[in-house]
């Protein structure tokens, strides 16, 4: 019985302070700032953080693109009922294929003419590992080339306005073992593993090459960390055919945590509506956020040669992956 009492006590002691540690750290966004004339793209809108985003930037009045893989013709009239806004555009894209994505940047050039917010909001993490049509890992396509593809081809938009870029990041890329050599698949279950932490130090990386070289036309690149949130991210990152290795155990118990001790989609999507409208930030950039407030990063980021190798190697692989 006592022994029985210990576990117990063992399991919610722990969780518990987790929580009140999660609500008494939380920090909202309370920028109120009117976004009328400006036009905000965001990756992975349809769901999670990025529908909350979504919300937010439209209740201030945000022209809103919403590029994601789902299509569902429900979405704008629900999106209507809770922010009375009309002015979103549902885009369709596979992060998954460089094609995709060109066309995507073709069609918001076209249609768009300038562009003030960029948000790369989208990202999946699997236990298992496929290789995608431009033979790249899935996770690293969609949660790291992509975001670089696309923010790249969007560069002169956001030049015009002196725009807002945000990459989502990952508080689980401190758990990183990256090296230039793993941007690529080597098929290993290692590989697999580590490849969703990977990719969200990339972003973070890439987030500040974007700010230096972007500053001198008041483009601002800054990244964030969510936190733990409770959303489909985990449930979609289990494979279908059943296999059990570290990558499941970690999703599995991720998903647990997140919904004992997760935040909401709405709260976790409060840094980056911050970083995208706050008059707060204005003019800030190469910044990696959590809970709105600047927060620390994996040591390897404050390295500038990796930077620059990473963002040599990227730009070498998303160009002979697009000839
Ligand atoms: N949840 C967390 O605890 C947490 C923690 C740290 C960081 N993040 C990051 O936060 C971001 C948002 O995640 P979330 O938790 O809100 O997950 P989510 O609810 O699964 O949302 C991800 C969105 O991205 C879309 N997406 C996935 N693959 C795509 C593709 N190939 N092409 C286009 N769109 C695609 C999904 O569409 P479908 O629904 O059609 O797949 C979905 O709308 C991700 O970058 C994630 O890594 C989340």
Redesign the pocket.
Known sequence: MLVFVELVLLLVVPIAIAKIYCILTHRNCNSKVCLVGKTALV????????YQIVLALAQRGCRVIIA???QDQNLLEKIYEETRSRNIVCKY????SFKSVRELAYNVIKDEGKLDILIN?????RNVSSVTEDGLDITMQ??YFSAFLLTRSLEDLLKKTGGRIIF?G???SHIHNFTIDRLKPDGSESFTFYTYFNS?LCLIMISDTFAERLKGYGVTSNAY?????R???FR?GINLEGTINKGWFTIKF?EYM?FVV?KT?EE?AQTAIHLACSNEVEGVTGGYFFETKPTFRPKIVHDKKMCNDLWEATEEIVKQKLS
């Open positions: 990756t992975g809108g349809y769901s999670g953080i990025g994601d893989k789902s894209v596979d992060l998954s909001n989208a990202g999946i993490g969609v949660n989502t990952s508080g689980s969200k960390h969510p936190g733990l949130v959303t489909n991210i979609s991720l997140s997760g989609a976790g």
